[in-house]
């Protein structure tokens, strides 16, 4: 099947965030392993990206020549015959826009690969290019590539590489200051007192503890977090570890920034990543995780989370024992760096650079014991709101439900609180009005709190 190879152009006017079928399709490896022609794969629309031209400390620069990729020339050859097996037909520029390489590198890497009678010459294509496909020698031995992986995305940057950019971009080398942080919760009610110790974890980036009773905002600080740190970082989208591929960037977990800055199309600028985990999450979530059918790796949490934020919400509750965790992340914790495994047994080092924030309902000591304390330095709790704090958040939240307030009502609301024994919580203010809006829109009247509508809306709002 023959595609536009117009279409694609010069890889450098490609978008970093645009997205390509990399061979992580089930169906297409047990038909890629299979000696018949393969049909294109069409690519799904690029994710949502941002702009920004804010500096950061690392620029991954343009490889000019094999070395500077680090990587060998069997790595990128498996790369372009598993692409040329998908996509039957393809020009200099399509492979070169697919594995994000410059098009003179790959375009030598063709010609030898040309030489070794691994490809052929089908045709001519614009601006000095030409369209290739597999011979039959060819053919076999991307068949027997696919076998082993059917990943065919970006060249891979070598962990080494990879280490040295976290350690550019590591949170430790920033300085957070009193500004950023109250930048970083512009719009929340919270104290000043609550400000500044979080301020000072975060200075630390090493590790913060968030417990207090539910409702009052812990997970919505805990992934605000990264905001008080520059904006965005680079990360590679895959990286060759141990001689295998393991895909680090992922489209739920990191949002692309695109920029005009000549760089190795290899990485991508994304936003300082805030990575939240709660009842789903698993301790399997913190290793290398190998899809048996495409033999495509994907990288864990902690490492997807380098320069930026993992948020471990509802700790306590997850689908494991505290001390599991405990176990599991104790070590890398202390020193900065984990180990993992891949699917061929071997084992390799990562930084291990993200601030690690628990948030819990539950106190720190009832969950894990001294030694892992220890290595978590702050433990903050968040309050209930004030009274103060109540009456601001109401009318915040009556003019967000474009409700009109009514103060007695609220004056009563206090009572009841009073009377019942019952703490307030953040979200009250929030919850209780959506339920007056709701009752008012159901009634078929203006949006008006009184004190019967708002009590009725306590009333089955909390359990008695």
């Known amino acids: 099947m023959t595609t ?21 399709d089930a169906t297409w490896a047990i038909a890629a392993s299979e000696p018949r022609h393969i049909p294109p794969r069409r690519t799904s629309p690029p994710p949502t990206v941002q702009t920004t031209s804010t ?6 620069p343009t490889p000019e020549n094999l070395n500077d990729t680090g990587l060998r020339t069997s790595q990128i050859e498996a790369l372009i015959l598993k692409f040329l097996l998908n996509m039957g037909l393809a020009s200099g520029r399509e492979v070169a ?13 063709l010609f030898e690969m040309k030489d070794a009678q691994l490809i052929a010459l089908r045709s001519d294509a614009p601006l000095g290019d030409y369209h290739y496909e597999l011979t039959e020698f060819g053919g076999d031995r991307a068949r027997r590539y696919v076998q082993q992986c059917t990943y065919f995305g970006a060249a891979p940057v070598p962990l080494e590489q990879y280490a040295a950019a976290v350690a550019c971009q590591s949170l430790q080398n920033e300085t957070v200051n009193l500004a950023g942080v109250k930048q970083a919760f512009d719009g929340l009610v919270m104290s000043s007192t609550l400000v500044q110790s979080i301020g000072e974890s975060l200075n630390m980036g090493c590790g913060l503890f968030l417990y207090g009773e539910p409702g009052n905002g812990k997970s919505t600080l805990a992934e605000r977090l990264s905001e008080a740190f520059p904006p965005t970082i680079w990360i590679p989208r895959a990286i060759s570890a141990g001689g295998e591929i393991v895909r680090l960037f992922d489209s739920i977990h990191h949002v692309p920034v695109e920029t005009s800055i000549e760089h190795d199309r290899r990485w991508i600028q994304v936003k300082r990543p805030t990575i939240a985990a709660g009842g789903e999450l698993e301790l399997k979530s913190f290793d290398v995780t190998t899809n048996p059918l495409t033999g495509i790796s994907e990288a864990p949490l902690q490492l997807k989370a380098n320069c930026g934020t993992l948020v471990v919400d509802d700790f306590g509750r997850n689908r494991f ?6 176990n599991r992340l104790v070590v890398p914790l202390e020193r900065r760096c984990d180990s993992l495994h891949l699917k061929s047994g071997r084992t390799f080092r990562i930084p291990f650079d993200c601030m690690i924030v628990f948030s819990s309902n539950l106190k720190p000591q009832d969950l894990v014991d001294e030694a892992f304390l220890r290595r978590i330095p702050y433990k903050i709790d968040v309050p209930n709101p004030t009274d103060e704090q109540f009456l601001e958040l109401f009318a ?15 004056d009563q609301l206090f ?9 307030m919580r953040f979200c009250h203010p929030r919850d209780l009005l959506r339920m007056v809006a709701n009752a008012c829109d159901f009634a078929g009247t203006p949006r008006v709190m009184t004190e019967e509508n708002l009590l009725a809306a306590a009333d089955r709002y909390f359990t008695r």
Do not use: H, W
Request: hydrophobic content about 40%; overall charge negative.
């Open 396 to 410: 915040r939240e009556a003019a967000a439900q474009k409700v009109q307030l009514a103060p007695d009502a609220i």
């Open 55 to 60: 500096p950061t400390r690392f620029l991954p």
């Open 97 to 109: 826009n697919q594995i994000c390489l410059p098009f003179a590198m790959t375009q030598q890497m």
């Open 415 to 423: 009572v009841e609180y009073r009377r019942s024994g019952r703490a």
């Open 321 to 326: 024992e505290p001390a599991e965790l405990l």
């Open 4 to 24: 536009n190879p117009s279409a694609f152009g010069d890889p450098s006017t490609i978008p970093d965030s645009a997205a390509r079928f990399d061979g992580d």
